[in-house]
């Protein structure tokens, strides 16, 4: 029961201690939202090319917008993104 404890209040300061600031939440939040409307279009649109492309647009709008955030208020976290080797970076 201890362990499970420990491992509770360890694991939420890790949480508590990923959080961003307010302004960088907001940059992420539109980033998401933006790639969620791309992501709309895209469903709509018959399989093939043009739908993928979409789709990575998408993709691409989400990274940006999350890289942005972090560099408004970077604590020490690093995301894929920032490392160059998200799903749509090359390595």
């Not at 949480?15 to 791309?38: M, P, R, Y």
């Amino acid at each position: 029961m201890k362990k499970l404890f420990v491992t509770l209040v360890a694991t939420s300061a890790l949480a508590l201690g990923a959080c961003q600031s307010k302004e960088a939440d907001k940059v992420e939040d539109a980033a998401e939202a933006q790639a969620d409307a791309i992501d709309d279009q895209a469903d709509a649109m018959p399989d093939g090319p043009a739908k993928e492309a979409m789709e990575q647009k998408a993709d691409v709008v989400e990274e940006k917008g999350e890289e942005k955030a972090n560099a408004m208020d970077d604590n020490g976290e690093i995301a894929p993104s920032e490392t160059g080797v998200g799903d749509t970076q090359k390595k």
